[in-house]
């Protein structure tokens, strides 16, 4: 017993040594996110007092870091014009025709739909209907689901997820789209951009939980409500009306058209799959719409690199949150977002620390908190269309959204497996501290694609996400199974709620540890020379690849 007892204490305080020798202060992210999760920042939503508040401190604290401006014209700031939308309620009218018979559709119970063009009113009178399976086109896979097949006037139902996530064993398409783990063409986002890319009026998705990875619940939160970036010319990339059929609506549709849901499934999971016009079925909708324009702020710091000015490294996170809401059972209406963002932005404001408490860097580093995350990725997609260094000259972008707070930890939580170098820079920084990298649990969950570092890869630029919501991480204290618990408790009650409260009871050690994975990852890029790049079958291969000329 007193043998046990003494190597446990050597043991903590051989533990506690080593983390005094860490660059990221626990103590300093905490005091941080609860500043910024404190009722006084009204829970942090674009466009409202909670902005205002939010931004005046964000720039005092990268001021008082040492950090040069990076955003507009010399400021800390970069504007983000969004366009805010939302259905009329009451005035709202859906229904299909399906062989002329009327069939009228429920909002929220059978259909879902957001418009995110600045209009008065939607009118769509009869559209005819297409079956367009998945909606994918993936030259890099071979794959092609709309041959060619005019999608003008016309609204496209689609399938969630990819050709692959529900493929059996010897089927052609199995693993061509990565199985369980979802590519970016089984987001909603991807299938409503193709839609408008092929001149479709209106884009519906048939929901099934498994494939979306949430409940019909979730698809009904935005009550009609949508954001976007101020676009030049919104009817080119967004469509008239998108939205969701609940599962059974969907299977009505394409039964009333002759069709069977579950054979065109097996169909589309085909390359030779052909989009099907839904025979004698039209879709109708009609609704007022209010649209307004708000100007929002990123914040953008940035340390100029000493030989290398002109080649970058990206650290970020995002600042909103979703601002007061209905009383909860407490009465509390503050959403104040603590772990879901402002840890984040904590950590990056820590990494910035370590960096000008060093030697400066060969590459410029830039810091960034966005706006508009909870909103659809908006504040990091504008600056992904405006940004303030070369992306093409950006040698990696590393995010946080959601830092675990329950201690230490023997592994990190790895967010979209296999897509590039940068995971195996993770590796080697994770064994320097004793830990090993662990693949997210939950790949079918596409969190890869729902967080800011996204709008960046996109742009070709190789990513990286800390994210502690991809399954529980193998805690010191608990195990694996102390770890999920606290994901799904967290999902549960306090995810997007009054409950995503900071804590004095939060042991912030393990989520410094991960921090301190992103500086030290950091260090190694900001001396140059290395250039990451994606690896061979990720859809962002192709769009870095075009850029290379302009790389050493």
Do not use: C
């Not at 190597?7 to 506690?16: E, K, N, P, Q």
């Not at 970069?78 to 859906?94: C, I, N, W």
């Not at 039209?282 to 702020?297: C, E, N, P």
């Not at 984040?344 to 960034?368: D, H, N, Q, S």
Request: aromatic share 8%.
């Amino acid at each position: 017993m007193i043998r046990t007892a003494a190597l446990s204490l050597a043991l903590s305080l051989l533990a506690t040594s080593a983390l005094a020798q860490e660059p990221i202060d626990p103590a300093r992210l905490s005091s941080i996110t609860k500043v910024l999760a404190s009722d006084e920042f009204q829970g942090r939503s674009p466009g409202t007092p909670g902005e205002a508040k939010t931004i005046e401190y964000l720039v005092k604290e990268f001021k008082a870091l040492g950090l040069e401006p990076a955003g507009d014209a010399g400021a800390y700031t970069q504007e983000v014009p969004l366009l805010h939308t939302a259905l009329k309620d009451g005035t709202e009218s859906f229904a299909l025709d399906l062989n002329g018979k009327r069939r009228v559709l429920v909002r929220n119970a059978d259909v879902t739909a957001t418009t995110l063009r600045p209009v008065d009113k939607v009118a769509i009178e009869k559209a005819p209907l297409v079956f367009v399976g998945y909606g994918v086109t993936a030259p890099e896979r071979g794959w092609d689901d709309f041959k060619g097949v005019d999608l003008t006037g016309k609204v496209a139902v689609f399938l969630i997820n990819d050709p692959d996530f529900e493929a059996q064993t010897g089927e052609p398409v199995a693993g061509k789209f990565g199985g369980q783990a979802a590519t970016y063409y089984a987001r909603w986002t991807y299938k409503f951009e193709e839609a408008a890319r092929r001149g479709a009026i209106g884009a519906l998705i048939i929901h099934e939980a498994p494939g979306a990875g949430y409940g019909w619940s979730t698809v009904q939160a935005s009550n009609g409500e949508g954001f976007d970036i101020v676009r030049a010319d919104p009817a080119k990339e967004k469509v008239l009306l998108q939205g969701w059929l609940s599962g059974e609506a969907g299977r009505e549709l394409l039964a009333a058209a002759g069709q069977d849901f579950d054979a065109l499934k097996i169909k589309a999971r085909r390359a030779d799959f052909r989009p099907v016009p839904l025979a004698g079925a039209s879709f109708s909708a009609s609704y007022g719409l209010t649209h307004d324009q708000i100007v929002s702020r990123n914040v953008i710091g940035k340390i100029t690199g000493a030989k290398l000015p002109n080649e970058s490294v990206m650290f970020a996170a995002h600042w909103d949150a979703y601002g007061v809401g209905a009383p909860d059972a407490q009465g509390r209406t503050v959403r104040p977002g603590a772990l879901d963002d402002a840890i984040g932005v904590a950590g990056t404001m820590e990494i910035a620390r370590a960096f000008k408490a060093g030697p400066a860097p060969a590459r410029t580093l830039v810091f960034a908190a966005w706006t508009a995350e909870e909103r659809g990725l908006l504040g990091s997609e504008y600056y992904g269309v405006n940004p303030t260094v070369p992306l093409e000259t950006m040698a990696a972008n590393l995010t946080m959204d959601v830092l675990q707070p329950n201690g230490l930890a023997k592994d990190v939580v790895l967010i979209g497996a296999g897509q590039n170098a940068l995971e195996d820079m993770l590796a080697k920084a994770a064994a320097a501290q004793g830990r090993t990298v662990t693949p997210d649990a939950h790949p079918e969950r596409a969190l890869f694609y729902r967080a800011d570092h996204f709008s960046l890869a996109r742009k070709g630029v190789p990513v990286l996400l800390l994210m502690g919501l991809g399954g529980g991480a193998d805690l010191v204290n608990g195990g694996r199974e102390a770890g999920d618990r606290w994901v799904t408790e967290y999902t549960a009650k306090a995810y997007h709620t009054t409950g995503d409260a900071w804590s004095a009871d939060w042991d912030l050690r393990g989520a410094a540890q991960d921090v301190a994975l992103f500086y030290e990852i950091g260090k190694e890029l900001a001396a140059g020379g290395a250039w990451p790049n994606w690896k061979d079958g990720s859809e962002f291969k192709p769009v870095r690849d075009a850029s290379a000329a302009k790389r050493r």
